[in-house]
């Protein structure tokens, strides 16, 4: 399970993780390409009539990308840098369509791009440093993921610290992992991205116990899914809890009934 987009996705996050995005007209305009200084705090109320229309024609794009529509999203976006080229948010965006198209390198140009124009862009930074993350690149994706928490006025640090943990779990870092785990569930109880990655890596370490309370809270909600659920059932079999297992595979095979996770119950593999 991983995270990442625009909005949090239960697959996985993480992942397929978990990344995210901000959200005309056509006419040419002055190109606004300076980079902002630490001083500056920049909001909508100082936008130019350029950057007005950018927004509007960006909200376009960003619809387009969440309904799956790249090809459409992409070129939403390249009209929305002809009216405004400094916007950093299109380049944010434009790094998360890139991304979803397969192309690393042009989305990681794009996030450093919105960041070159926009130093305080969270969001750029967050889906920056998972990039780095995918890329194995974990100090550089660490680095990113705290400057991201670090921003005073970011509304995502439950997610940026979800992405962090899961990050520093591939990392090969199961202790900084859990803290930065426990760290996104106290902000965000109910994401279940971070829970299930947090039972997921206690019921690695063998504390099943704890285990059990993060991924028994995930299935009791309307939030469990065939990961979730087979997790469950693979923590009640180590705690030898035949009844608490029988009743999570009785919803994995009603709920679930062509899923892999069922096919790996029904043949045993518990351990695989």
Known sequence: MTPIVSRSRLLLLCAGLVLAASALLSGCATPVDTVATPSEWQTPADDSEARRRARTRLALASGYYENGQYAVALDELKKTLQIDPGFPD???????????????????????RALALNPRDADAMHNLGWLECENGRYAEAAALFQRAVAVPTYGGRAKTLMTQGICE????????????????????????????????????????????????????????????????????????????????????????????????????????
């Open 90 to 112: 299109a380049y944010n965006l434009g790094g998360l369509i890139y991304l979803a198209l397969g192309d690393r390198a042009l989305a990681a140009s794009h996030f450093q």
């Open 169 to 272: 779990a591939r990392a090969g870092q199961p202790e900084q992992a859990e803290a930065t785990l426990m760290r996104a569930y106290e902000l965000d109880a109910g994401n279940p991205v971070t829970g299930y990655n947090l039972a997921l890596l206690l019921f690695r370490r063998g504390e099943l116990e704890r285990a059990r309370f993060y991924i028994r809270r995930l299935n009791n909600s309307e939030l469990a899914n065939a990961e979730s659920l087979w997790l469950g059932i693979r923590v009640e079999q180590r705690l030898r809890d035949q009844r608490a297992m029988e009743q999570l595979a009785s919803q994995l095979r009603q709920r679930f009934p062509q899923s892999r996770e069922l096919i790996a119950y029904e043949r045993g593999q518990f351990d695989e």
